[in-house]
């Protein structure tokens, strides 16, 4: 297993849920955090309230742009809609660096989620298409914020998925997986296989409604 | 849940590893089978086979229209190729019967295992418009023919996502990846989010290949 070191994580749309909720998760393994978001002052409100949270020091928040020029591994955790338009713009700062992308793509109507369709496949391969220079990977997909979130879960019973095709960043995201409690980090084949990972987001939110339940994923027999 | 009581399940693509597999622990689990094959002397053959090893009477081969005709509910473990033909051709014997779609349409290349791009979205709902009178389901995409043939293995370790949006049909595929020792039915949404369930078996056939397992998912919190 890849040794994480010193790596220090930015996160892109630190401040939304998904983004927060592994924030705090890492911060509390001992792991450098970056929160990022569009207004440096709301990623540094963010990070106060994760410092307290995790009763830890090494939390800060700046905005998109330096989150991506002062970290070694870049999460991406935006909204869907503006997802290109922010990576596109972070090119240069995200070069040579592990990005890892936890975007689902999905739409809502009366009968509930699905999977919307990516022109590029997936959200995972936008951002390959949008970060040619970086090492792009996806990952923590499925991770509930509402238990990430609550610290009264000291193990967060879920497997993670992560794609790519660069097997060093892989090894270094499996890492950070396992670096939360009860979290295990799974290969779960290449880049172009992401798609379904993401969209699977729609299934375990019917499984959510229809058993009230906050449901992840376990990969049986590994 | 749904009582199964004397249900007979029928099986196209009966002589095939993930048909058979399932038609075994079904056996033996006390359900009645029918396995249908393109030869009603190859089904007899094969069902011959499962009565010996599952020690048990209720198997029976027949052709795959005949199987149709039989059965009350109707597994479909045929190959991709021939999937669509199959099941126009069967659309009147089929009629008002639940449907079991299992089929995972992949491609494979060097790179390893890959999703199929399908016009109607899914195997499933590509089934599902060859038979606008049957009650169509997708689920049982990710057991391991190779675990399901080992007796040996006394409880199969995986959940089975099921999909549709007729309740009572989801409801009684669920008893029957129940009746399955080890085995649950969960649901897991509507049949238009039948694609990445699907596709999640080229995911799975890489975690295989990297960790040397037969990987199954449970869902977690449920």
């Not at 998904?18 to 929160?35: C, D, E, H, P, T």
Request: hydrophobic share 45%.
């Amino acid at each position: 297993m890849a040794e994480l070191g010193q790596v220090k994580v930015g996160v892109l749309g630190g401040t939304g849920p998904q983004g927060r909720g592994l924030a705090l998760r890492w911060a509390k393994a001992g792991i450098s955090v970056i929160l990022g978001s569009r207004s440096a002052d709301r990623a540094e409100e963010a990070a106060g309230e994760l410092r307290a949270l995790a009763g830890v020091e090494h939390v800060s928040g700046l905005d998109n742009k330096a989150t991506a020029t002062e970290a070694d591994v870049v999460l991406v955790a935006v909204p869907w809609e503006g997802h290109a338009d922010l990576l596109q713009s972070l090119k240069q700062e995200l070069a040579n660096k592990i990005v890892i992308d936890c975007v689902n793509p999905l739409g809502f109507d009366k009968q509930g989620p699905f999977a919307l369709s990516v022109a590029e496949g997936s959200a995972a391969q936008q951002a390959e298409q949008a970060l040619p220079d970086s090492r792009v990977t996806a990952a923590f997909h499925h991770v509930s914020a509402v238990v990430l979130a609550d610290l009264s879960i000291a193990e967060v019973d879920i497997d993670v998925l992560v794609l790519g095709d660069d097997r060093e960043a892989t090894d270094i995201v499996r890492a950070l997986a396992d670096a939360i409690p009860g979290m295990r980090g799974i290969y779960g084949g290449r880049l172009r296989n992401a798609h379904q990972v993401e969209a699977l987001t729609a299934n375990l939110i019917a499984v959510n409604r229809r058993y009230k339940a906050h449901a992840g994923l376990r990969i049986t027999d590994v």
